[in-house]
């Protein structure tokens, strides 16, 4: 399978309670058969969200979907599956904002 190669990393800035954290990094590799930068740029102009949040919600989805497709056998991911597919459904059915980047494929 074709796949874009990824390395994600995240980086503890604060506790629960706002004090400095320091050293502690996650950081791995992962594929995805799509581009998710591309896709958080698309879906930046279709969210009333924040850009940080948008490339949250946007990395966190294509990262747990590329998952569950990959893994789609294991009973763990059957009771997600419909829930999940409908709501990809209809974040692609969402309508840009007025000044965003033009037309393209969300997700």
Do not use: C, W
Not at 1 to 9: A, D, G, I
Not at 38 to 56: H, K, N, Y
């Amino acid at each position: 399978m074709n796949s874009y190669r990824y390395r994600v990393t995240v980086e503890a800035l604060t506790g629960a309670k706002g004090e400095p954290v320091e050293g502690r990094t996650l950081s791995f590799e992962a594929a995805n058969h799509d581009d998710i930068l591309g896709i958080v740029e698309r879906m930046r102009a279709r969210l009333p969200f924040d850009s940080d949040t948008v490339a949250s919600l946007g990395v966190g989805l294509k990262l747990f979907s590329e998952v569950a497709l990959m893994q789609r056998n294991d009973p763990m991911f059957a009771t997600i599956r419909p829930a999940l597919g409908e709501f990809v459904r209809g974040l692609k059915q969402r309508p840009e904002t007025v000044g965003s980047g033009g037309p393209g494929r969300l997700l």
